[in-house]
């Protein structure tokens, strides 16, 4: 991350959004939150894959890689596609 100017800046700042909205989030009368599963950030050209810790309310990077578009499967980038052309 030190190489990119303002990654790890924008990095840290869109995970405490993160974790601020979905602490919010586990507040709320039946607003149960599954934070079980890693989740993935895009930032730019880069893929954030982390985790939340409800109990400590801390998120925890567990890896920053370049994006690569052909990583997607194949029903995510033809959603992607039709997101693109402008159609439904």
Known sequence: ??????????????LLNILEAT??????????VDDAAPLVLRL??????????????????LSIQ????????TDRAFSRNLLKNGQP
């Open 44 to 61: 730019d050209d880069y893929e954030v894959t982390y985790s939340l810790d409800l109990d400590h309310a801390s998120v925890h990077v």
């Open 66 to 73: 370049p994006f690569d578009d052909r990583r997607i499967p």
């Open 1 to 14: 991350m030190g190489r990119h100017p303002g990654l790890r800046a924008g990095v840290q700042q869109r």
């Open 23 to 32: 602490l919010e989030m586990a507040r709320i009368p039946g607003g149960a």
